[in-house]
């Protein structure tokens, strides 16, 4: 059982981050040594041979289990939604939170087809976030209470947890936080989102230039620039990344907005991010270049960019199949298989 993870101040947070466990070392090795020796030629399964040796890394034991996979969909708005900087009206997020206690969204059908149990959260809905081009967008109260929805989100038992969002405006926050945190132009970070282009797009990309502009010129670090310039889904997404490595929880990320959550860590610690994974590159153009900043390999890419942890439930499912793959092939021992010795 571990400690509640309780934060009453931003210092407690840099705490936490600061105190974040490292990988099982021998249950790594264990998964290392049996892959070698399963009945396959060594390579022969790509990447799908990674995953049983980072999953028993980070859940503590070998061999690694898939019985628990776990999501999560945390729903919020932006004030900056007000400034036409989205497709669909601030109203869709209440109704679209409706529609995921209904069962109705791709998020749903995604986790039944996968097989993951999910939880839906709505982290003040009908408060949005002030407009962060004239202000930071949360008081510290606001960001505190936002990262403790995501620290009690993840289940002590899960075996990997898959985050997910869903907020009109929220792509504008993320490219803002991202320009914040890594520089570049806003252009470069900023894309179509909901769906806006031509003068549309061309507004957005000037909200995220503003309110960068506003909220840099003093060096903020990153858990600052996450309360300027962040939201509250996208700070319960990061307190669900920090709890998961304190439970031994493995993380899927989802696409851009989650990994935008999950670079503010990033940029706090080197190795906070060693226990998730990227599930899947996301068409938004901002995405391909933080998994550039963050030397990031997603396992899928599927020209998705829906949110609501879609991706990353998919990609469990790869996850599973590591799973099987490692715990159910023989090896060469057991099956009395003649191994190809290398000739010297």
């Known amino acids: 059982m571990v400690k509640a993870l309780i934060v009453s101040s931003s210092d407690d947070v840099r705490a936490l981050v ?20 399963l009945t396959k030629p060594p390579g022969s399964l790509g990447r799908i041979e990674e995953f049983a040796e980072w999953l028993s890394a980070w859940q503590g034991h070998h061999p690694p289990e898939m019985a628990n996979p776990r999501a999560a969909v945390f729903c919020a708005n932006h004030g900056v939604a007000r400034l036409g900087v989205s497709a669909f009206p601030m109203e869709v997020t209440a109704q679209m939170h409706a529609n995921y206690l209904a069962g109705g969204a791709g998020f749903n059908a995604m986790c039944a087809a996968m097989g993951v149990p999910y939880a839906v959260h709505a982290l003040e809905i009908d408060s949005p976030t002030a407009d962060f081009t004239e202000g930071p967008a949360m008081t510290e109260a606001e960001l505190l209470a936002a990262l403790a929805v995501g620290l009690r989100a993840v289940p002590e038992d899960a075996s990997v947890f898959c985050p997910g969002e869903m907020g009109i405006g929220n792509t ?6 991202l320009c914040a945190l890594y520089g570049g132009d806003a252009a470069e970070w900023t894309g179509a989102g909901s769906g806006v282009a031509g003068a549309d797009l061309a507004r957005k990309v000037e909200v995220v230039r503003q309110g960068v502009a506003l909220h840099t010129a003093d060096s903020p670090d990153p858990l600052e620039i996450l309360r300027r310039l962040g939201g509250r889904e996208l700070a319960a997404m990061t307190g669900a990344i920090l709890a998961a ?10 696409g851009f907005l989650c990994s935008a959550a999950a670079a503010v860590l990033a940029a706090m610690r080197p190795d906070a991010l060693d226990h998730c994974r ?10 391909a270049r933080l998994m550039e900043k963050l030397g990031a390999r997603p396992i899928l890419q599927l020209d998705m960019r829906l949110g609501e942890a879609t991706g990353a439930v998919l990609a469990s499912g790869i996850l599973r199949t590591s799973v099987a793959v490692h715990t159910e092939l023989l090896t060469f021992e057991e099956a009395r298989v003649t191994r190809n010795e290398p000739v010297s």
Request: hydrophobic residues 50%.
């Open 245 to 254: 490595r304190h439970l031994r929880v493995p993380v899927l990320i989802d």
């Open 18 to 37: 600061a105190a974040m466990p490292g990988p099982d070392e021998a249950a790594a090795a264990a998964a290392r040594t049996r892959e070698a020796n």
């Open 172 to 177: 504008t926050s993320a490219a803002a936080l």
């Open 278 to 287: 990227f599930s899947h590159a996301s068409a938004e153009p901002g995405h």
